[in-house]
């Protein structure tokens, strides 16, 4: 008989957990893998947020089924990287030059120090939450900069409005969407969802 999944543990606490549900083995890499990561870049002691879909889940959204990102500043990203070196992961530049990666037992993390075109500084991590998420506390970055950072991705080549309006639903109770529409205002699309949200009346409308 095959041996079972591992269970996620049964718990009722909003951030970050789901009660009793079965994990595949490449999703329970990437929760020891965000683990991993956020308890070495703690150590390091500078400054950082878990970021993407793992902080949207940390919130209350759906868990993504790949990717685990960080956000640092761009100041203190070589720091970061030595940092995670020094606890034996293997950091790893590729020729994008707004993130570095990083493997831990073969599961890669995405370390990002920019937002879009913009260098991340300190002080876009000064409004982090501290979240139990899987049993370790770690800063998470605010619903309202998650959606600031969503909506700047998109693009001619990235426009899922599908993927983005679940986040949205989830996130829409903790998001100050006044200062997402200050911040995005200079992205056609990020301009178009947000009329899609307040016609679909999840948002206010402006």
Known sequence: MAAPCPLAP????????????MLDEEQANL??????????LKQSGLPFA????YAVWARGGPEPSHDVDFLVAES???????ALAEQGMQVVQPPEDWLFKVF??????????????IPAEREMLADADEIEVISVVMPVLS?????????HAMDERYCDFGK??????????QVDWAQVRKETDDNEFAVAFLFLLERLRIVETA
């Not at 929760?31 to 070495?40: Q, S, T």
């Not at 878990?50 to 879909?53: D, R, V």
């Not at 619903?143 to 909506?151: F, P, Q």
């Not at 983005?164 to 109770?173: F, I, K």
């Open 10 to 21: 049964m718990d009722n606490r909003p951030a970050g957990y789901r009660g009793a549900v």
């Open 31 to 40: 929760r020891e893998a965000l683990k991993r990561v956020a308890v070495a």
């Open 50 to 53: 878990l970021a993407g879909g």
């Open 76 to 82: 203190d990203a070589p720091a970061a990287a030595t």
């Open 104 to 117: 831990t037992d073969d599961v890669m993390v995405d370390v990002f120090h920019r937002d879009a075109t």
């Open 143 to 151: 619903a309202t900069r998650l959606m600031v950072h969503k909506l």
């Open 164 to 173: 983005l309006l679940p986040v949205a639903r989830a996130l829409r109770e």
